[in-house]
């Protein structure tokens, strides 16, 4: 089932996720959902805020990243092929000198914009069946994930910008959150007026 994905303005992206464990209600019906959504709209990775709830759930699957040819052949093949589900994250280390990629995300649609990220990543997390992982991830795969991530901490790729680039998009972020922005998939709008 394809679920409502949340504008830019509403309070659940702005707070910090909780865990959960193996007792959460529907927990892989909800995975389910969540890659379905994520398929519909497009995208290479979602949060669990993004769909409304507060809890420390992510999805990533950089598979369309794969057909760029920016990235070397090598790197096609690790993006083609990376898809997985990160429950209770903690980010253990970064690393290396920032660089900058430009980044989009499905509760902000038609805003990019370059976004500098550390290189290099630690992270524990549990998969589906709440087996603990920690591994380390570097390059775009990394960089989807500290994406993610951040919207499990309450923070958007936007809280990052100059605050020059956040005076210009200003405005288009508060039509976003007034749902006045023409998208292709289905969005839950913070301060949409009811009335018609
Ligand atoms: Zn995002």
Known sequence: MILPIVAYGDPVLKKKAKDIDKDYPRLSELIENMYETMYGAYGVGLA???IGLPIRLFLVDTEPFAEDDSFSEKEQEQLKNFKRT?????ILEEEGDEWAFNEGCLSIPDVREDVFRQPK????YQDENFDTYVEEFDGLIARVIQH???HIEGVLFTDKLSS???????GKLSNISKGKIKIDYKMRFPLMSRKR
């Open 48 to 50: 669990a805020p993004q």
């Open 148 to 150: 993610e991530y951040d």
């Open 164 to 170: 020059f680039k956040k005076r210009l998009i200003k």
């Open 86 to 90: 990160f429950i209770n994250a903690q």
């Open 121 to 124: 990543i630690k992270i524990q």
